[in-house]
Nanobody, 116 residues
Framework: QVQLVESGGGLVQAGGSLRLSCAAS????????MGWYRQAPGKQRELVAR???????VYADSVKGRSTISRDNAKSTVYLQMNSLKPEDTAVYYC??????????WGKGTLVTVSS
């Protein structure tokens, strides 16, 4: 069983920055691929960034060059640093990982609102 708790969302002006955090409970954090997804009102949930067990990141084109995903295995935490935020980045951001059977685990999300 894995529990994921996101934090760090909030209201920011366009061009600003935020750092999201996701604290994971349970074992084997260092062996888990961790991801950040987001869901804007009326839209489907989409991948923002993912980080592998070796630290290799993957980014959506929409955030590439503006965001950095990182992980601290000692703290069982994954981060998403977002810079040059745009109004279209407004969404609920969710932390994700998969169990050995492929079952998805999700946090409850943290709201990011970017004002123009």
């Amino acid at each position: 069983q894995v529990q994921l708790v996101e934090s760090g969302g909030g209201l920011v002006q366009a061009g600003g920055s935020l750092r999201l955090s996701c604290a994971a409970s349970g074992s084997r954090f260092s062996s888990r691929v961790m991801g950040w997804y987001r869901q804007a009102p009326g839209k489907q949930r989409e991948l923002v960034a993912r980080i592998g067990t070796s630290g290799t990141p993957v980014y959506a084109d929409s955030v590439k060059g503006r965001s950095t995903i990182s992980r601290d295995n000692a703290k069982s935490t994954v981060y998403l640093q977002m810079n040059s935020l745009k109004p279209e980045d407004t969404a609920v951001y969710y932390c994700n990982t998969k169990g050995p059977s492929g079952l998805d685990y999700w946090g409850k999300g943290t709201l990011v609102t970017v004002s123009s």
